[in-house]
């Protein structure tokens, strides 16, 4: 595919542009379009009831990407029960046209796309209304009866107009009146954009491999110390090869020259010049002193409050432990509530940097709160902790970008605290501040304010998804997979070809239900149910023998219907397990993230950390997956079959685990979950949500039976013997019923068994780690062992103190529920 690219120069500033001439000819695009019309949809569907798979949509994107050594045309013109227009005339987005072509672009007209709303054929499409072309002159006459001053009604055409008669014109007469052109909605249909892998992974799965161009243009993007990101734009009427035009991306302005295999009317595929980040600017700053804490090297990064905010400084060269520095602050920028603590004050927090205010993760190693940066680099079973690394690359077709995913140290991951959006910043570190310590409801209508400032304008046209109930699923991969970013911040018009309903809001309900359904279904093969929790659904690793040839397009399908939930605030039917929706928002994953999912595992590995001779256990760098009734073994590291586990290198096996178990097994589908979810939501407006929230803002707040639940808990420890008429027992379940709203409620859900879901039938079968019943229990302990209840996921049970009063019970149960694990701690 031919990459136009910008070298430099904005605001009007002449660039220069480079250009490969496209490898497919006008027979093979003429072939394409005959096949694609003959086939879609009725023989596909045909095709689709007879075999019973749902692997279409990536297999025909990965054929029409081998046929034509390009990426397909995403947008053609579309007339209803009209023929299919030829080569010449297709709008091309992402790819050059035929060469063949630039001998007619003096005499071809530009695609003409269908007028009016009728669909009868399901995809995606672009609608678009405009009210081009000259004043329209009617002359009609004044009815009977209108006195002069009144206002009646006539015909115009085909339309209805209200007209007012003019003082000095009587019923009878004759008026000349003038309207202005009648809008026209005009459709265009868009195709399927296949996925790109990245260059170091093997194409599959509905991803094709990435082209020289687009890889070069990636390398250079990452030699500058930045992301590559293309745009697609239009050419202007009346310009030709060579002749050059203006374009606004990204809030600048760009010369670009028009390339000799394009022509009026139709869409090329520009790369700006790669931009780094720059620090934020603080208008208003204040200095202030600080000495070096001891044991503090130059260079080295150490944290502090200031203004009554944590922040990180990095200590300068030729300064000694002891010496004092200054540095600048925003002094009208509070940010003293931004730490979002991580399992307990002892635990993770996110702080800001001064340098260039991002977020930055560091771990508290003592009572005071104070961060030794030096000892997070030391391993701990307990304590470590890594963080998801997403890096978009530039794809084949620029609608759908690639990337890829690594678990890096969480001290080394950082996230901006701003979101700007065509130079016009949306959110700073400051409406963090504010809203991070707010209730769920505020935060969701905070976000709904950024996302409806992120959605295009209604005057901009609108995406409609034309689906067919029986084919639900494979239509709507075929709609949402033909979406580019902007087209995914439109807003939508869902229909089901053959009803009647207008989409007022309860069809796209209808539609997030049904198809996120049958994606987490664990008989469709992409998801299996956690071994801790039936509710909770992980990534099949697995899920490439269900749908070979397409399952990594399912996934990034399901990143965008979830990203698209959240920005419309639909809900989604269907629940993931703790570590995903950490890998969602960019929080810390630590070792009893495999315990939530297997305690067994999680065991096994801290039993190591505690044996002198690890060598009696005969182990190596490999684990066993097993899959369809075969086992394998996987190496965890190169040549991790030949490589003995050894007291010497036992952090080493433990992280490689970790990597394991939280990263690679699923990394192809984590990667295109998070690329999905991404191309909707910036990740900015995501650092006010813990994991807990997040669940509750997809999933909503889940029908709880309460009596139901009382029912069918059990009772230890202290409460074992008088059980419900406990005097403790009896103040939680007031609390529960009496002072716990709905959120509280599916809060302390969350908190005991690690998700909201409750089963179908009822908390008589909730699920623990082995399997088994384990129904929700309540473990009374001495409250002089705890303060705070803590909860055990594995097993449904919460450990309640024998508190002394109903206060101290309500105080210290919302306590723990709202703060304990993924809430936020305030200094």
């Not at 990407?65 to 992402?94: E, K, L």
């Not at 110390?225 to 293309?230: K, M």
């Not at 209604?458 to 494979?474: N, T």
């Not at 590995?605 to 075969?630: N, P, Q, R, Y």
Request: neutral net charge; aromatic residues 8%; charged residues 20%.
């Amino acid at each position: 595919m031919p990459i136009f690219r910008i070298m430099g120069g904005h605001n009007g500033r002449r660039s220069s542009t480079t250009d490969s001439s496209a490898s497919s000819s006008s027979q093979q695009q003429q072939h394409q379009s005959t096949n694609q019309s003959s086939t879609y949809p009725a023989q596909r569907a045909q095709n689709i009831a007879a075999n019973q798979r749902y692997t279409y949509p990536g297999q025909r994107a990965s054929q029409s990407m081998n046929s034509n050594n390009h990426a397909p045309n995403p947008a053609a013109p579309f007339t209803q029960s009209a023929p299919p227009q030829p080569p010449t005339n297709t709008v091309v987005r992402g790819t050059a046209t035929d060469p063949a072509a630039r001998q007619r672009l003096q005499s071809s007209a530009p695609p003409a796309a269908s007028s009016g709303e009728v669909t009868t054929r399901p995809g995606a499409y672009q609608v678009t209304r405009t009210t081009s072309g000259p004043a329209i002159v009617y002359r009609v006459n004044i009815p009977n009866g209108v006195a002069p001053g009144s206002e009646f009604h006539v015909h115009a055409g085909d339309r209805r107009v209200r007209v007012r008669c003019p003082p000095t014109s009587r019923p009878g007469q004759s008026l000349q009146i003038t309207l202005p052109p009648a809008p026209q909605t005009q459709q265009m249909l868009l195709r399927v954009a296949p996925l790109t892998a990245a260059p170091e992974t093997e194409a599959g799965g509905g991803a094709v491999a990435m082209t020289p161009e687009v890889q070069k243009v990636n390398e250079q993007a990452e030699e500058n110390g930045g992301e590559a990101q293309s745009f697609l734009v239009d050419i202007p009427a009346n310009i030709y090869p060579g002749m050059p035009f203006t374009v606004n991306v990204a809030g600048q302005r760009f010369m670009v020259t028009c390339p000799p295999n394009a022509g009026p009317n139709m869409k090329i595929r520009i790369v700006p010049p790669t931009v780094r980040d720059e620090p934020q600017a603080a208008p208003k700053t204040q200095v202030f002193e600080v000495a070096v804490p001891p044991g503090v090297q130059p260079g080295q990064p150490f944290t502090l409050v200031a203004n009554s905010q944590r922040v990180l400084v990095t200590c300068p060269p030729n300064v000694s432990a002891g010496q004092k520095i200054r540095f600048q602050l925003p002094v009208s920028q509070v940010v003293g509530n931004i730490q979002l603590s991580y399992e307990s004050n002892e635990g993770w927090r996110r702080i800001i940097r001064v340098t260039d205010m991002k977020f930055q993760w560091v771990r508290l190693e003592n009572n005071d709160g104070e961060a030794d940066l030096a000892k997070s680099d030391e391993f701990d079973f307990s304590r470590s902790a890594y963080i998801r690394k997403l890096t978009f690359l530039e794809g084949n077709d620029a609608r759908m970008r690639a990337g890829r995913v690594s678990l890096i140290p969480a001290k080394d991951a950082v996230v901006d605290s701003r979101l700007v959006v065509h130079n016009r910043t949306l959110l700073s570190y400051v409406d963090i501040a504010e809203q991070q310590g707010k209730g769920l409801e505020e935060k969701t209508t905070w976000m709904q304010n950024i996302c409806a400032q992120l959605t295009s304008a209604w005057e901009d046209g609108h995406i409609k998804l034309a689906v067919r109930r029986k084919y639900l699923l494979l239509d709507s991969v075929d709609c949402v997979m033909s979406l580019g970013r902007e087209d995914l911040r439109k807003r939508w018009r869902i229909e089901f070809l053959g009803e009647p309903a207008i989409d007022a809001g309860g069809v796209s309900r209808e539609w997030f239900q049904l198809v996120t359904e049958q994606m987490f279904d664990p008989d469709f093969g992409l998801f299996v149910s956690s071994a801790n929790n039936q509710m909770a659904m992980n990534i099949n690793a697995s899920s490439g023998i269900s749908c070979p040839e397409d399952h990594l397009l399912y996934f990034r399908f399901l990143g965008r219907v979830i990203g698209r939930a959240l920005f419309d605030r639909q809900l989604i039917k269907g629940h993931f397990v703790r570590s995903l929706y950490k890998h969602l928002l960019g929080w810390p994953i630590t070792f009893d993230d495999i315990k939530s999912q297997d305690e067994e595992y999680y065991q096994s590995l801290k039993k190591l950390t505690k044996m002198e001779d690890i060598s009696v256990m005969c182990l190596d760098f490999t684990a066993t997956e097993e899959s369809m009734g075969a086992r394998t073994e996987v190496e965890l590291v190169k040549d991790g079959a030949m490589k003995e586990v050894t007291r010497e290198n036992l952090t080493e096996y433990l992280e490689a685990n970790l990597q394991y178990r939280m990263m690679d097994r699923t990394r192809p589908q984590l990667t295109q979950l998070l690329l999905g979810f991404f191309d909707i939501i910036p990740e900015p407006a995501l650092t006010v949500l813990d994991a807990n929230e997040l669940e509750l803002i997809l999933c909503g707040l889940p029908e709880i039976d309460l009596q139901d639940w009382k029912e069918n808990t059990n009772y230890s420890g202290y409460y074992e013997g008088k059980g419900r008429s406990h005097q403790v027992v009896r103040w939680f379940w007031e609390v529960v019923d009496h002072d716990f709203d709905q959120e509280m409620k599916a809060r302390l859900l969350q908190f005991v068994t690690g998700t909201s879901g409750v089963p179908p039938r009822g908390f008589s079968v909730l699920q623990g780690i082995d399997g088994n019943i384990k129904k929700f229990t309540i473990h009374g302990i001495d409250r002089k062992v705890y303060q705070l209840p803590r909860a055990h996921t594995c097993f449904n049970r919460i450990d309640l103190p024998e508190y002394y009063s109903k206060e101290e019970l309500l105080d210290n149960l919302r306590k723990a529920v709202t703060m304990s694990g993924l809430g936020f701690g305030l200094e």
